[in-house]
Nanobody, 121 residues
Framework: QLQASGGGLVQAGGSLTLSCTAS????????MGWFRQAPGKEREFVAA????????FYADSVKGRFTISRNNAKNTVYLQMNSLKPEDTAVYYC????????????????WGQGTLVTVSS
């Protein structure tokens, strides 16, 4: 089971760091992804990282502002979000996939419950 945390209310231009931990699973075996879903919109890809942290990719909308990282010793994956914009407002989900990382939500095997990020203008 994955647990996402760290969401909250922040002003535009501010920063937040989301965390994703797991109970009952060792995340080091998995590639990890972050997705988000805004009200009335479909879930969209945000960022992904491979099992070692050596490979990452990002959605164009967050490139240069968000950073995905992981600490396998702590069984935790992070999403550092800087220069937040009101359009970043969404529920953010972490997900795990046993195979290589993917842009597609359908590829992921396990999902967290989501954490709400609200960016005020």
């Amino acid at each position: 089971q994955l647990q996402a945390s760290g969401g909250g209310l922040v002003q535009a231009g501010g920063s937040l760091t989301l965390s994703c931990t797991a109970s009952g699973h060792t995340l080091s075996s998995y590639a990890m992804g972050w997705f988000r879903q805004a009200p009335g919109k479909e879930r969209e890809f945000v960022a992904a990282i491979n099992w070692s942290g050596g490979s990452k990719f990002y959605a164009d909308s967050v490139k240069g502002r968000f950073t995905i990282s992981r600490n396998n010793a702590k069984n935790t994956v992070y999403l550092q979000m800087n220069s937040l914009k009101p359009e970043d407002t969404a529920v953010y989900y972490c997900a795990a996939v046993l195979n290589r990382m993917s842009y597609s939500a359908n590829s992921y095997d396990y999902w967290g419950q989501g954490t709400l990020v609200t960016v005020s203008s």
